[in-house]
């Protein structure tokens, strides 16, 4: 049983926590808040453990009448796996406190990648994974971008890969984001940062990306455009990604026209949250043409990056093999329309 931490109960916290919660051989230990807001209160009516993530918060906690048990210290010592879910560049300043407490670290996307051993994608990862004290579980769009190419690359050879996101302007909790009337080039410079963190899973991609951002926050999305070495078909392309565990092609008949429908859809079947674990590729805009491969693709930024996750803790903490985890997650989670 792999003992498991979160810490920083937020969009993504609160994710991984249920879905660590979830596996049989995983206990979640506890999970941390800063303060003790509606996510701490939450955290203890769906019964985890709360722990302060600052020492000297305990006192506020027990005044809004929550019960702690224990400090951040606490509960990297009672784990074997902490896993970071603060917002971007807080887990640099939480490396040296885990590292103190010879704690192995699961870090999120948002931090620079030199903060783990490696960073991760259960798809596309290659050995450099195996044995690493801490990893890192790229960022949301980068995990999307991964589990299409690393297929495609093994398949028909990847020469040269162009991609354009589209950004969600904030996630839905996020009331202070925008933009609310325009899509700005988000950064104005080309490549995006995007790019070069695929290639810290995918370091022979040739990958360029530009990214904008649009007023939504349901999903982001990707126009991609991928010169193969080989030639091949639509059809080629359609059969490989449905081999794909955690990509769903979206039948043409499905009605599903947009981010709004696939999340309408999610919440349908009783997904948590509505969370969307897998890409979703409109399976309608998968086309070739000689060697140019063109689609559209989905990412649920606040759920993609979950069973990814899961996988890194027990890349971490276990000898069970990748393509094991990935069924073990996949079969707990309920990963696959
Ligand atoms: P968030 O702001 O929703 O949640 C972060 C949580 O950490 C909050 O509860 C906050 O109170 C807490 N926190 C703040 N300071 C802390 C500290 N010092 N110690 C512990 N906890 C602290 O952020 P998020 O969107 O969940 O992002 C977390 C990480 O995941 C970032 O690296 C981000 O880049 C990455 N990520 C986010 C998304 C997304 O779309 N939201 C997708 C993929 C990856």
């Known amino acids: 049983m792999t003992r498991v931490g979160v810490n920083g109960y937020g969009t993504i916290g609160k994710r991984v926590a249920d879905a660590v919660a979830a596996q049989p051989d995983m206990e979640l230990v506890g999970v941390t808040k800063t303060s003790p807001d509606y996510g701490a209160e939450a955290a203890i009516r769906r019964g985890y453990d709360l722990y302060a993530a600052i020492d000297d918060r305990v006192d506020e906690f027990e005044a809004a009448g929550l019960t702690v048990s224990g400090t951040l210290a606490n509960l990297l010592d009672a784990v074997d796996v902490i896993v970071d879910c603060a917002p971007s560049g807080i887990g640099e300043r939480n490396q040296p406190v885990y590292e103190a407490h010879d704690t192995p670290a699961v870090y999120q996307g948002g931090e620079d990648a030199d903060i783990a051993d490696a960073s991760f994608n259960a798809r596309a990862s290659g050995d450099e994974v195996v044995g690493a004290d801490s990893l890192r579980v790229v960022s949301c769009n980068s995990t999307g971008l991964s589990r299409i190419l690393a297929p495609l690359d093994e398949e028909f050879g990847v ?41 810290e899973i995918l370091p022979d991609i040739d990958i360029d990306t530009a990214a904008l951002k649009a007023p939504m926050t349901a999903m982001h999305t990707h126009s991609v455009n991928v010169t193969l070495d080989t030639e091949t078909s639509a059809e080629a392309v359609r059969d490989l990604l449905s081999e794909q565990s955690r990509v769903f092609q979206i039948p043409e008949q499905a009605g599903i026209d947009g981010a709004g429908t696939l999340k309408d859809y999610a919440s349908d079947l009783g997904r948590p949250r509505g969370d969307i674990w897998e890409n979703c590729v409109w399976e309608k805009s998968v086309s070739v043409e000689g060697r140019d491969l063109y689609l559209f693709q989905n990412v649920h930024q606040e759920a993609d990056v979950v069973p990814e996750n899961v996988d890194a803790i027990r890349t971490i903490a276990t000898d069970v093999s990748r393509s094991e985890s990935v069924a073990r997650t996949n079969e707990v989670l309920g990963v696959g329309f």
């Open 159 to 199: 020469e040269k890969s162009r991609v354009t996101l589209v950004r969600r302007g904030g996630d839905p909790s996020e009331t202070d984001r925008g933009p609310i009337n325009d899509v700005i080039p988000d950064p104005t410079t080309i490549p995006s940062h995007h790019g070069p963190d695929v290639n």
